[in-house]
């Protein structure tokens, strides 16, 4: 090598690296680094024209750093349910606009990234609101930052019993019938947006805080009958109750017959609320022994009031106490027992 090329070769070098770090990536690795499936991206592009501006010789996509900003600008206003056609003006909108400012640096496209979620689809939603259909694209992507934004904002903008009733339960249920219609691939959204809704409902429940006045009444006692694990919809109630500044004590999934009890009798509660997902778990002696217990001094003795929740309450035999059916009913006859009134 000759002193001439031996001064040159350093100089070099950092060009190299720079042209082998921001080369194109193919349809496949974009998908990959932005949770989505290689046919939404050809959809995109096929559609509204969010694809790369060149293409190798044979056809194919190549995504270059500005390309790559562009569709992360698109998934972030899907993610929050502006339509693809709107969210691709915008995203074009924005990146044609970035492109007139000064480029002080460049992305490096090939910096290693969290894995994310390969599942792609769409979910059975029907007619329901734009945060839910955000909410839903998120799930399937498991874009957990994501889901814990727009959870919180439904709570913040709605409250509780509103983003229960329109926005956590239409998209729960939609991946659930997704889940039952394909061989249980979506299993994995299931568990996670489960599990951010129940954060989210315990984030927005209010920390117990001593009352200006003695309540009326005690507390609500919250809890799953034995062998009942499905508590999401009591953590809804505790939230919602929780806003409304009653105080409740929540007891969990499959509560023993003898702590349920012993926790009645210890608290003297205005009302039990037992939750039965299936028939099989819902045990009506149980509630009508807890709606006997009794406290308090001879002569002045209360029992609470008993409600029922949940599908696996069903016959005449239930009939004889509250079975409200949705969470706002529930939360209506609770704080008239909390207040008691």
Known sequence: MSESSARRAPAEQPEQTSRTVEAPLTTGAVARRLGVSPTTLRSWDRRYGIGPAVRDEGRHRRWSAQDIRLLETMCRLTSSGVPPAEAARAARSDTGTSRLAPQVSVPQVSAPQPPRSRAAGTLPLGDVRQECRGLARAAVRLDAPAIDHLLDAAVEQYGVVTAWHEVMMPTLHAVGRKWASSDDRYVEVEHLLSWHVSTALRRSTPAAAPRAEAPVAGPVVLACVPGEQHT???EALNAALGELGLPTRMLGAAVPGEALTAAVQRLGPAAVFLWAQARSTANLPLARHVAATRWGV????????????????SG????????????????ELLAAAGSGS
């Open 232 to 234: 999401l919809p009591l």
């Open 298 to 313: 001879k002569g002045a003795r209360r029992q609470p009031l008993v409600m029922l929740g949940g599908p696996g309450w």
């Open 316 to 331: 005449s035999a239930a009939r004889e106490m509250p079975r409200p059916r949705a969470l706002k009913d529930a939360v």
